[in-house]
């Protein structure tokens, strides 16, 4: 099975997947669902946003801590779009494994 990381858009939370996440995981698949900086639960100030990484940062974490032969699918929505691009810039895959 697969294991996927789902990103939610501007002005969204981890919340947002709320209906996706039961229906991927009945499948047997493996879900993380993602607060990006000052979004949903995360209690960040926006004020304290200052980079796309720090706006990225608890998806970056999260990508950190999972082993180097682990493989994810990353989800985004809208904005979400912007942080999923860096951390693929931060962890590079091999596309063509993944036909994409």
Partial sequence: MKHYVLVHGGCHGAWCWYKVKPVLEASGHRVTVVDLTASGV???????????????????????????????????????????????????????????
């Fill in 42 to 100: 995360n209690m960040s100030k926006v004020e304290e946003i200052q980079t796309l990484a720090d706006y990225a940062k608890p998806l970056l974490e999260v990508l950190e801590s999972f082993g180097s032969e682990d493989k994810v699918i990353l989800v985004a929505h809208s904005l979400g779009g912007i942080s999923v691009g860096l951390a693929a810039d931060m962890f590079p895959i091999s596309w063509e494994r993944c036909g994409v």
